[in-house]
Each structure stands twice: as structure tokens, then as C-alpha cells.
């Protein structure tokens, strides 16, 4: 007799704090300041998933991105309110280069099989800087999905062509990797800021996001209209989407949402409610929606499936 179990979907979510909770590269802000920033944040994140999931009872996974230590990220946990929400995953990136102010962060709700972080491994030719949090989480007992929070390479300080070459040379190696890394998952989560738009002709020769097709993610921004993708708002440049979800195994039931940050960040976040691709025909398929920050996603809620 077959294995059965229920299964409801999972909120996803991302977002890079910005040197978070300080706002600052090296110092840390006073102690008042960096608590009201930590409350602030909560406040938004929990606004995010409210909009996805009003009824506030589905399980959640979300990695964040330049977070200072375990300890903000618990005390950014508890700010979020969130049911059951602990810390599942925290990089130890170096002092080297400031790293250490910049750790990815898995949260969930769900059961924690196995966790881990990893810095890329060093090549002369790219050697790309921070890693991954991983955490091997249970969605069902017949599904656990390995989450990974990433944040690759930016392009602080690209003035010429050659710095350009080599801070996506960076970016490469690290993804490459991570698919080698991930060969053996058959349900996948990738999420972080990529530090690179899809869209934008200034990334035309980035292999990030083919590299990652072509492994057999999914990239849950495609399904918004081109003019609401901008995670990262700025005046001068326009907005780019940096900040993604890539899934393997899985599939969206809505559109994704960003969130607006309040000017706790230079970045949005963004959610999105995924489910298995085992149950894929018993909940709705998702279908391009103009919405802008702030105006909601598809909060239909699933109803429970038999796998």
C-alpha cells in the first residue's frame, strides 16, 4: 500500500536587510536604533505574508541576506511574530572583507532535518566571495526540500569592463557550483540576491539564470509583468530585479509579491506560495498579474491534496 500524507503549499519568501540590523558596513548603530530597525523589519515581513497568507495558518521558509549574526536573526524572528517561526540555518562567514556583518539566514516554520553553510570554494581565476545556508526541510513525511540562501557577487565598484568580466566570473562559479552541489534534490529552493537582473542588457552575457534553467529551476519572477519586477528601486538607474526564488520540484500557485521596505533596505521582498509539483493539478495555476508593491498576490488558499 502506497505512502499517503497531506500536503498544503509553503510561503517562500526573500530579503536582503542591507547591513542588517546597523544599516552600516562597519559600526554598529546604537542600541535603540538597531531595536527599532529590527522591529520595523518584523513588521514588514509579517506584512508580506499577511497578503499571501491572510489566514496566517500556512507553513513558511524565507533566507534573508546581510544579516549581522544568529542573534539578530532570532531577534528578527521573534519581531516577525510568526507562529512557530525559528532560525533553521546561519552562515560564519569571516571577518575578511567584512563578511561576517553579511550571513544568509534560513527561518522556517517546518520540521529541520539537517542544516549547514558552506563558503564557495576558492578558484585563482574567480574567487567568489561569502556562500551558502542550506537547511533540509520537511514539507511532508514524503517531501523535504533543500533550501539554500545565497548572495552572490555585486558589482560595487565596476568602473571598467574588466571589473565587470570578473565580478561575473564570480558569479558563475558560485552557481555552478551550487547546481553540482544540488545535482541529487528532487525539491529545491534557491533564493537570495543574485546581484544580477535577467532583463537588463547591462547582464546580457550573465549565465546565472540559463545555467539555472537549464538544471531545472524555475524562476517565479518571470510570472509578474516586466514593469513590476524591480526588488532593487533606484532613481538613477531604475529598478532592477536582483532578489529571487528559484525552485526545482515545485510550482507557484500565484504571482509573487514584493514588499516594500520602508527604508529599512535598499531592497524589496519578495514572497510567493509554491506547492509540490506531485500536487500541482489540484491547485490553481498562476497567470501574469500587474500588480505593484503594496496592491497584494493571490491569497487563495489551497485546499489539503493526497500525495
Not at 198 to 218: D, M, P, S
Request: charged share 25%.
Amino acid at each position: 500500500m502506497s505512502f499517503a500524507a497531506i500536503l498544503l503549499s509553503v510561503i517562500v519568501g526573500t530579503w536582503n536587510g542591507n547591513w542588517f540590523p546597523s544599516g552600516r558596513a562597519e559600526h554598529r548603530a546604537h542600541p535603540d536604533v538597531e531595536a527599532a530597525t529590527i522591529a520595523a523589519a518584523g513588521k514588514m515581513i509579517a506584512s508580506g505574508l499577511a497578503k499571501v497568507d491572510p489566514t496566517g495558518r500556512e507553513d513558511v521558509i524565507l533566507s534573508l541576506c546581510e544579516i549581522r549574526n544568529r542573534q539578530a536573526a532570532e531577534e528578527l524572528t521573534k519581531a516577525i511574530g510568526r507562529k512557530g517561526l525559528k532560525v533553521a540555518s546561519v552562515s560564519a562567514y569571516r571577518r575578511r572583507d567584512r563578511f561576517d556583518q553579511q550571513q544568509n539566514v534560513i527561518l522556517t516554520t517546518l520540521p529541520v532535518a539537517e542544516s549547514k553553510w558552506a563558503r564557495w570554494t576558492y578558484v585563482p581565476e574567480a574567487n567568489p566571495p561569502r556562500g551558502y545556508a542550506m537547511a533540509k526541510i520537511v514539507l511532508s513525511p514524503a517531501v523535504t526540500a533543500a533550501v539554500y540562501s545565497v548572495h552572490l557577487k555585486a558589482n560595487y565598484g565596476a568602473t571598467t569592463s574588466a571589473i565587470v568580466a570578473a565580478n561575473r566570473a564570480k558569479r558563475t562559479h558560485a552557481i555552478n557550483e551550487f547546481v553540482r552541489i544540488a545535482e541529487g534534490d528532487a525539491y529545491a529552493i534557491l533564493a537570495g540576491d543574485f546581484n544580477a537582473d535577467k532583463w537588463r542588457k547591462e547582464f546580457a552575457e550573465e549565465t546565472v539564470f540559463t545555467t539555472l534553467e537549464g538544471a531545472g529551476y524555475a524562476n517565479l519572477l518571470e510570472l509578474l509583468p516586466p514593469k513590476g519586477r524591480g526588488t532593487h528601486p533606484h532613481k538613477r538607474y531604475g529598478d532592477r530585479a536582483l532578489d529571487y526564488i528559484m525552485t526545482k520540484g515545485f510550482e507557484a500557485t500565484g504571482v509573487p509579491l514584493l514588499e516594500p521596505n520602508d527604508q529599512l533596505s535598499d531592497h524589496y521582498a519578495v514572497f510567493a506560495r509554491v506547492v509540490p509539483e506531485k500536487v500541482r493539478k489540484s491547485v490553481p495555476r498562476p497567470t501574469r498579474s500587474a500588480r505593484r508593491p503594496n496592491e497584494g498576490a493571490e491569497n487563495e488558499k489551497p485546499q489539503p491534496v493526497m500525495l
